[in-house]
């Protein structure tokens, strides 16, 4: 079976979140399943770069006005079509914004070229690769399905929801610009509140429409977390599918990290202290036996970023320190500077994005906060498992699904493997940060806890299966 990926964003050549993770895990995770994918990725800088000294093919096209050509080469043991579209790509900043954090105006274009092409590969634009389904991540692909359907390319689809959130909604005044037939503007096509909805395009015509945990699916069916697409994706729920993301278990292994300062197994947990203490130094905190909180996250309203800075003096009077590490909203990276510079040697934040440093905080922190309003999956707390960094998370989306909260019974039955509370609640989350520093108090305990979380399979096998079994379902 032969698909095609298509995506925004792929580890390790260009990532700002989570998205890149799974796009760069699941096909490797997915070729033990005789699933052969290639992904289709804009030509940004940082990944043209990546192709020199291949001999890649091109395929000389244009599409939706702008001269492109579809460029494969295997990178880091990725298989890639990349779209070499230089006025569409070739430009300085991140792979959304300028350098200036502001959105290029004409995001609209440069990801209904990115679908389009997608939909003529599936037409067969390239000589040795034809695929069977293409398989859309988020909103930036998610008008793949809709060109496929008008036109008339008989290829099913399916359309992956990383973030309700992000939709990818336009002015009408575009539509002109998508080449679409007329009849794309209406409720059942792409028309969304009288506006393009590429989201809404995406989940209106793909042939199965999947999310990244099975909370997630059951909440994005209200209002409160289907962001106006709840109608949308009740009226699918019979194609609607929950499949919890892996991690890259080659990339994140304690046993193997080069990026620790010392790595350690399950039975060696106490090397986990001199990444503590590495980790302590770069945060400029005090190098002492009291818990060690971490964050590794977007500093925004949806992670609850706000809520920790509230909660942050009584974890600090709990005598636990914290590290930061993030970048966002200006407020919250700057409530974090403050609280630093109020609590010196306790609170330390680190604002900039580090891949080296994400890893040695899972390494050496003691626990991981995730107090998330919404988490369509998370990886971090996957990765905390994995690492034995205890997560301490809101009790939503992937976050529910994925770490055993440490009651009574859990604990009794040895099966606990983090603290789980309840979402949005400044309260909540205090209670959590101080159970967990009294659990971190009894060593026994909180090493059960760690170990359970390292036993816990984080991988992608399973979850690779559900991708492949919802393929083969859609070719039969
Ligand atoms: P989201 O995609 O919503 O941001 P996820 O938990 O799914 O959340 O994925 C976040 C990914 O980005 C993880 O791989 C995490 O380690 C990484 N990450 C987030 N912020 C930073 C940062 N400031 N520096 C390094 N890595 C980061
Ligand atoms: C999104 C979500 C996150 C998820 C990631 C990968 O960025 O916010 O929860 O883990 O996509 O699916």
């Known amino acids: 079976m032969k698909v095609l990926a298509v995506t925004s964003e792929i580890y390790p050549l260009v990532k700002t979140g989570g998205l890149a993770d799974v796009a760069g895990a699941l096909p490797s995770a997915l070729a033990g399943l005789g699933v052969e994918v290639r992904t289709l990725v804009p030509g940004y800088p940082s990944v043209m770069s990546r192709l020199d000294g291949t001999t890649p093919a091109a395929k000389a096209l244009n599409v939706l006005g702008v001269d492109c050509r579809l460029v494969q080469a295997t990178v880091e043991g990725l298989k890639l079509i990349v779209l070499d579209a230089p006025a569409l790509f070739d430009r300085p900043g991140g792979p959304y914004n300028g350098p200036d954090g502001k959105d290029h105006p004409d995001n609209w274009h440069r990801f209904a070229v990115l679908s389009m ?67 794309a503007f209406s409720i059942d096509g792409v028309e969304y509140y009288g506006g393009v909805g590429f989201l809404k395009a995406g989940i209106q015509n793909a042939s199965a429409v999947t999310t990244v945990s099975p909370t997630y699916a059951r909440e994005i ?19 609607l599918h929950g499949i919890v993301n892996g991690i890259e278990t ?33 945060f400029g905190l005090e ?96 990765y905390g498992l994995h690492y034995g960094c205890v997560p301490v998370v809101a009790r939503t989306g992937g976050l529910a699904d994925t770490v ?10 040895g099966v606990a493997t983090g603290i789980v509370h309840a979402p949005d609640s400044a309260n909540a989350l205090r209670q959590a940060v101080l159970e967990a520093v009294s659990l971190y108090g009894d060593a026994k305990c909180w090493a059960n806890m760690q170990r359970q979380g390292m036993k816990a399979d984080v991988s992608w096998q399973r979850s690779a299966a559900a991708y492949a079994e919802l393929y083969a379902s859609l070719l039969n």
């Open 117 to 183: 092409t997608a939909a003529l590969v599936a037409g067969g634009a390239l000589d040795d690769f034809t695929p069977d389904l293409v398989h859309a991540h988020d909103w930036q692909a998610a008008m793949a399905p809709a060109y496929l359907r008008f036109a008339k390319i008989d290829k099913p689809s399916v359309i992956t929801i990383h973030n309700m959130a992000f939709q990818g909604q336009f002015p009408a005044r575009i539509f002109s610009g998508l080449q679409l037939p007329p009849e």
């Open 221 to 239: 069916t209200t209002p409160g977390f289907g962001m106006g697409l709840d109608g949308l994706i009740n009226s699918r729920s019979a194609d």
């Open 250 to 282: 080659e990339t994140w292994d304690p046993a193997s990290d080069g990026r620790l300062e010392k790595t350690y197994t399950s039975r060696t947990l106490k090397g986990r202290a001199i990444n503590r203490q590495a980790t302590a130094k770069r």
């Open 287 to 382: 190098d002492d036996n009291s818990p060690l909180f971490v964050v590794i996250s977007r500093l925004t309203w949806q992670k609850g970023i706000d809520l920790l800075a509230e909660v942050t003096p009584d974890l600090v009077a709990a005598g636990a320190r914290l590290a930061v590490l993030g970048t966002g909203d200006a407020m919250l990276e700057g409530r974090f500077l403050e609280l630093s510079a109020a609590f010196p040697g306790r609170v330390g934040a680190i604002i900039g994005y580090d891949e080296n440093l994400a890893h040695l905080l899972q390494g050496g922190g003691d626990a991981i906060l995730i107090p998330s309003r919404f988490e369509p999956c998370g990886l971090t707390q996957l």
């Open 404 to 413: 055993v909260h440490a009651n009574t019974a859990a604990l009794n039955a």
